[in-house]
């Protein structure tokens, strides 16, 4: 999950980084494989020649951001990240733009959305079972809901900025959305080891910047 500048990438990553900002903002059918070259410094041609079609491109979007939400849920629970800053620096800066295109595909609504979501519940539901301390009484009612909770302030990431009082969902204000989130969630559903993992990660962070 390393940051990588624009002249690292290659012409096929530039090509779906610029199409991932662009579903974000305008959705699909605003989304042109013209505005997606000109926004990536290369030709029409050279999108159609890596992608084939808009859709072929969208289909790489979704296949690279669910990519990256499988890889950070590994690095973060299996593997036990949770509270590295480094882990967090780096998912605080690479995420954005990721979950910005989730919550653009679950609202305009298409079958690779609903596939998205039902992933993400798959997996949730999977981590469940794993972490939770008591037996939950409906493994997949829970993780659904759960997801839901979760990626609505994906979509409503705007919102829920503004009534924190900042302009954008980071910074400060997404430390404020991740305490709250674990004071909202029982220790007991996701497991007290990944919430305390999670608290120290994110104390650790702040008080790596604040050192700075």
């Given at each position: 999950?390393?940051?990588?500048?624009?002249?690292?990438?290659?012409?096929?990553?530039?090509?779906?980084?610029?199409?991932?900002?662009?579903?974000?903002?305008?959705?699909?059918?605003?989304?042109?494989?013209?505005?997606?070259?000109?926004?990536?410094?290369?030709?029409?041609?050279?999108?159609?020649?890596?992608?084939?079609?808009?859709?072929?491109?969208r289909?790489?979007c979704?296949?690279?951001?669910?990519?990256?939400?499988?890889?950070?849920?590994?690095?973060?629970?299996?593997?036990?990240?949770?509270?590295?800053?480094?882990?967090?620096?780096?998912?605080?800066?690479?995420?954005?733009?990721v979950?910005?295109?989730?919550?653009?595909?679950?609202?305009?609504?298409?079958?690779?959305?609903?596939?998205?979501f039902?992933?993400?519940?798959?997996?949730?539901?999977?981590?469940?079972?794993?972490?939770?301390?008591?037996?939950?009484?409906?493994?997949?009612?829970?993780?659904?809901?759960?997801?839901?909770?979760?990626?609505?302030?994906?979509?409503?990431?705007?919102?829920?900025?503004?009534?924190l009082?900042?302009?954008a969902?980071?910074?400060?204000?997404i430390?404020?959305?991740?305490?709250?989130?674990?004071?909202?969630?029982?220790?007991?559903?996701?497991?007290?080891?990944?919430?305390?993992?999670?608290?120290?990660?994110?104390?650790?962070?702040?008080?790596?910047?604040?050192?700075?």
């Amino acid at each position: 999950m390393r940051s990588v500048s624009d002249e690292d990438l290659t012409a096929r990553a530039r090509i779906r980084n610029a199409a991932l900002a662009m579903l974000s903002e305008r959705g699909i059918k605003a989304t042109t494989i013209r505005a997606v070259a000109e926004a990536a410094g290369v030709s029409p041609a050279l999108v159609q020649h890596h992608f084939g079609s808009k859709e072929k491109l969208r289909e790489a979007c979704d296949e690279y951001v669910m990519d990256y939400i499988r890889g950070a849920t590994r690095t973060a629970i299996d593997d036990r990240h949770l509270d590295d800053p480094e882990f967090l620096s780096s998912t605080y800066e690479t995420a954005p733009p990721v979950m910005a295109y989730l919550g653009r595909a679950l609202v305009d609504g298409s079958p690779a959305a609903a596939a998205m979501f039902d992933e993400i519940v798959d997996i949730t539901e999977r981590y469940l079972k794993q972490h939770a301390e008591k037996p939950l009484s409906d493994n997949r009612a829970q993780a659904a809901v759960f997801t839901a909770m979760k990626l609505g302030v994906t979509v409503l990431h705007n919102h829920v900025a503004r009534a924190l009082g900042a302009d954008a969902l980071n910074g400060d204000a997404i430390h404020r959305v991740g305490r709250a989130g674990l004071d909202i969630i029982s220790p007991e559903f996701v497991g007290k080891d990944i919430v305390d993992l999670a608290r120290d990660g994110i104390s650790r962070y702040q008080q790596g910047e604040s050192d700075e």
